[in-house]
Nanobody
């Protein structure tokens, strides 16, 4: 079992920045990622990072958001710059473990609200 705890959400004006953090407490942690879900929409992948540091981003955030991780602390960060009102959503941290197979664990979510 892995416990996933996010922090760092809040209210910011358009053009501003926020940094989200996610700590995973457990073992066999592999990839980590950030997803988001806006009201009335499906949850979507924002950015992901493997244990070796390879990253991928959704097209809507590429160039504005940066994902990074500290493997020693099992922590993943999402630096969000040039925020837009359409970035408003609940952001969820996803942690994938590998032990005889893959398992996914989720945090409780943190609200990000961008005002115009």
């Amino acid at each position: 079992q892995v416990q996933v705890v996010e922090s760092g959400g809040g209210l910011v004006q358009a053009g501003g920045s926020l940094r989200l953090s996610c700590v995973a407490r457990g073992f066999s942690i592999n990839a980590m990622a950030w997803y988001r879900q806006a009201p009335g929409k499906q949850r979507e992948l924002v950015a992901g990072i493997t244990s070796s540091g390879s990253t991928n981003y959704s097209g809507s955030v590429k160039g504005r958001f940066t994902i990074s991780r500290d493997n020693a602390e099992n922590t993943v960060y999402l630096q969000m710059n040039s925020l837009k009102p359409e970035d408003t959503a609940v952001y969820y941290c996803n942690v994938r473990t590998y032990y005889r197979g893959y398992d996914d664990f989720w945090g409780q979510g943190t609200q990000v609200t961008v005002s115009s």
